[in-house]
């Protein structure tokens, strides 16, 4: 074989890193020997696999065309060597969910998971919707659990559960006695929502269709208990996940409010890279993930 595992992580971490000091850093490799490995690499098979500009190295095509390819075959490679050595069966995923999914599902997910396999290892991280779509895509997460809709000819999306946004404002507000919106009350009330890019903003918009123009935005936050916390206090009207301000709900807190012409049902999706290796790791929470439906 003309290549060695060794040097296809230093591909790997060069790609990410685009700077060959910062990738041997990440592998506790010398800089000089990170840099053999490239070079023996591409001198092996008669190619370049990046455009050297200045200090960074940037993938060209040909790097590009491989990359997805490499990633597989290290993560099989990763599976094979913890089988041998029978620490575990699945390895370490990372996991990247949007800020509903992340705060009020992923945790409970991964708390089921840990209490059936103490040894498991999970990174979970939050952004929105589309920060999610871009980490799968760079590799730099195995798998992304998103609110908001999207299509890439390089991502397999699949669906996984339903969910519904809920309207509601402040106990005080003058339409919590009125329990339901006409098209009218949304159009003369503030609103505060959760900032574009965000699952729950598209669909908030995908709802208010034909009205969307006219909708007076007082406020947008990228979090969701700051937005409960600015709608409690009288700053306009919010709409959130259910699952988010079920609790609110029930304290009274924060009242419901009924919008019996708009449709505020969505899919929550599971997002993978195609050319991903499916690891155990991966396997295994999709698996978890499920019994929660």
Known sequence: MKFSLRQLEVFLATSHYQNISKAADSLAMSQ??????????????????????????????????????????????????????????????????????????????LSDLLREHPDAEVNLSVANTQNIMQQVLNYDIDIGMIEGEIQHAELDIIP??????????????????????????????????????????????????????????????????????AVGNGLGLGCLSRISVEDALKRGDLIELVVPKRDFERTLYFILHKKKHRSAGIQRWLTFCEKMV
């Not at 993560?75 to 370490?92: F, R, S, T, V």
């Not at 339409?175 to 003369?188: F, W």
């Not at 009205?211 to 990228?222: D, M, R, T, Y």
Request: proline letters at 3%; a negative charge; glycine letters at 6%.
């Open 160 to 229: 996984w559960r339903t969910d519904d946004l809920c309207v509601f404002c402040s106990p005080k507000h003058p339409l919590a006695q009125q329990g339901e919106l006409t098209d009218a009350d949304i159009q003369n009330n503030r609103w505060v929502l959760r900032e574009s890019g965000s699952g729950t903003r598209q669909a908030f918009d995908r709802a208010m269709h034909g009205i969307l123009s006219q909708i007076p935005i007082a406020v947008e936050l990228q979090h969701t208990e700051a937005i409960k916390r």
């Open 32 to 109: 000089s020997a990170a840099s053999s490995a490239l070079k023996e690499l591409e001198q092996q098979f008669d190619l370049l696999l990046f455009d050297r500009v200045g200090k960074r190295l940037q993938l060209n095509e040909q790097g590009r065309l491989i990359r997805s390819r490499t990633e597989a075959l290290l993560e099989q490679a990763k599976e094979l060597e913890q089988a041998l050595l029978q620490h575990q069966d699945a390895g370490p995923v990372k996991v990247g969910a949007t800020l509903t999914i992340g705060n009020y599902l992923a945790v409970s997910i």
